[in-house]
């Protein structure tokens, strides 16, 4: 347990290492702290938060700096967290409406690394059973067709199928006639159960061609139903505390690109009410130990379907970023939310 002077010290030193990532000395403490103590005094503070965990000091310099312990107790019980200007929250807002579902999500990832100079990285919503609002074919080449399918919340996916011989423009408009007429609004698989119902029906030619269309449209959702946008990796190249460690930055960028590691955390948070920080080894993810991610669920109709983090230093301003990770969150649910409503 440290007592109040030994938090308002902790404060000051971890506020100004945040701000200039210099290990601070006592001199510079007495300085800022305000508080009335000799050098002497701060020094014997310094020590016993640097025993229980709380600091370190580098080889090269006098000062110390914080440890992930450290940031944990900065962040949970010492942080003032800045409100967002309503500008900020005014501009989010804005470039998260009107478009569709797929163009929002990645608008959120760009607003996160734009606004906080980090790493943005948005989970998808997990969507099962996307309904179809349209489906058209363009002939590419003699044996080759673009299907361009358009989901019910706006989002486009495109196949290219390699058929066995070539279609007419009448026939590719009467085959997407067929599949609009008759199975709009559906899901792919409940086309495939009408489909095998009814495909004995169909006139020869055009069997493949629906066969093809269905395993395409299926792989294409299945694809889209776990999307992870992530923008402004090339940000953490800037970051002086992780880009002069290039064996840890690589790690680093190879999570980005598997992705199954990170996702299982962010999923993490989507059991949590508002904002979480995973602060370095927290994550249990080792190319992340230099790190903090900040993370918050979002939700479309009340109901949690993914998670958006941001990912930097340990060194950020949590005071900053925490607020723009819940604000885009909550911002990103109620815009997702007035999709649904309109679609």
Do not use: W
Request: with cysteine; proline share 3%.
């Amino acid at each position: 347990m440290l007592d109040d002077r030994s938090h308002s010290l902790l404060k000051t030193l971890i506020e100004h290492y945040i701000a200039d990532g210099q290990p601070v000395g006592s001199r510079a403490l007495s300085k800022f702290s305000r508080l009335d103590l000799s050098p002497a005094t701060i020094r014997n503070v310094m020590a016993d938060l640097e025993d229980a965990g709380f600091v370190a000091s580098p080889h090269t310099s006098a000062g110390r700096v914080p440890t992930a312990r450290g940031y944990r107790l900065f962040v949970d019980r010492l942080l003032t967290v800045e409100p967002l200007a309503d500008s900020q929250r005014d501009a989010i807002e804005d470039a998260l409406q009107g478009r569709p579902s797929k163009q929002i999500i990645a608008s959120a990832s760009q607003l996160l690394s734009n606004l906080t100079h980090f790493a943005g990285v948005v989970i998808a919503p997990r969507r099962s059973g996307q309904r179809i609002r349209q489906i058209e074919f363009v002939s590419l080449a003699k044996k080759r067709l673009l299907l361009i399918i358009v989901t019910g919340d706006g989002d486009v996916q495109n196949r290219i199928l390699e058929v066995d011989r070539a279609y007419s423009p009448a026939e590719l408009i009467a085959a997407s006639n067929y599949l609009n007429q008759n199975f709009a609004g559906l899901d792919f698989e409940h086309i495939q159960q009408r489909l095998a119902c009814e495909i004995d029906q169909l006139r020869d030619d055009i069997r493949p061609l629906m066969a093809l269309t269905l395993e395409a449209g299926s792989a294409a959702l299945n694809e889209s139903s776990t999307a992870y946008v992530i923008s402004g990796e090339r940000n953490l190249l800037d970051v002086e505390e992780l880009s002069s460690n290039m064996k840890r930055l690589r790690e680093l960028f190879d999570l980005f690109e598997q992705r199954s590691s990170l996702m299982h955390l962010l999923d993490i948070s989507n059991q949590a009410e508002g904002v979480k920080i995973f602060i370095g080894q927290e994550s249990g993810i080792a190319s992340l130990d230099e790190c903090s991610v900040i993370a918050a669920p979002y939700s479309v109709n009340g109901e949690i379907v993914g998670s958006l983090s941001v990912i930097g230093p340990t060194r950020m301003a949590y005071e900053r970023v925490i607020p723009i990770v819940d604000i885009t969150a909550r911002l990103l649910s109620s815009a997702l939310s007035q999709n649904t409503h309109n679609t």
